[in-house]
């Protein structure tokens, strides 16, 4: 199975501050790499799929990035409705294997 | 407006059975692969099972294999989760989720609002 290690497990941040969550795949995945949001007592949400597409509808301040192992998820400037709790998922493989997720926090 | 929505969880006892029901509108149903994600409570997420759009081709995480069965009724527009040897460990919300590709699993641009699951004696 493919791992994937993300990074920070928790983040503290202010709104406004620039936030950028990391995940680190087990093996090359090419781009087959997705990233969700989610907020408590609700099902996650997709942000960005296949490393760097922004799904329909969400707001141009998330935005991701990389290829092979290395993937970088970015917020440009948190908001307060931005905390919650990120995954990272590739699809490369299955099975289908999530990150252990990011909570970021207001700060 | 896709719409997924779970039912069929519950409490049950380690080693029994319950099947989850997941009831879709809004798309073509059967041009869709569909998966169960859970999640343990306070844990992250752990993709469970998936089905083609046909019903032909199923997958299962080694976690479940042998022990649960997904299927579903495209004249209906329902995904079903057979849970059977139920453990503690299987306790989670239980996701539905809708595909983008047909065939196997990929990513999910649709989830259900989830259905609880507790297994405890």
């Known amino acids: 199975d493919i791992q994937m290690t993300q990074s920070p497990s928790s983040l503290p941040a202010s709104v406004g501050d620039r936030v950028t969550i990391t995940c680190q795949a087990s093996q090359d995945i090419s781009n087959y790499l997705n990233w969700y949001q989610q907020k408590p007592g609700k099902a996650p949400k997709l942000l960005i799929y296949d490393a760097s597409y922004l799904e329909t509808g969400v707001p141009s301040r998330f935005s991701g990035s990389g290829s092979g192992t290395d993937f970088t998820f970015t917020i440009s400037s948190l908001q307060p409705e931005d905390i919650a709790t990120y995954y990272c998922?590739?699809?490369?493989?299955?099975?289908?294997?999530f990150g252990g997720g990011t909570k970021v926090e207001i700060k | 407006e896709v719409q997924l929505v779970e039912s069929g969880g519950g409490s049950v006892q380690p080693g029994g059975s319950l099947r989850l029901s997941c009831a879709a509108s809004?798309?073509?149903?059967?041009?869709?692969?569909m998966s169960w994600v859970r999640q343990a409570p306070g844990k992250g997420l752990e993709w469970v099972s998936a089905?083609?759009?046909?019903?032909?081709?199923?997958y299962y995480a080694d976690s479940v294999k042998g022990r649960f069965t997904i299927s579903r009724d495209n004249s209906k527009n329902t995904l079903y989760l057979q849970m059977n040897s139920l453990r503690a460990e299987d306790t989670a919300v239980y996701y539905c989720a809708k595909d983008v590709v047909v065939v196997t699993a990929s990513y999910f641009e649709y989830w259900g609002q989830g259905t609880l699951v507790t297994v405890s004696s």
């Open positions: 809004g798309f073509t149903f059967s041009s869709y692969a």
């Open positions: 998922q590739q699809y490369d493989n299955l099975p289908l294997t």
């Open positions: 089905i083609s759009g046909s019903g032909d081709s199923t």
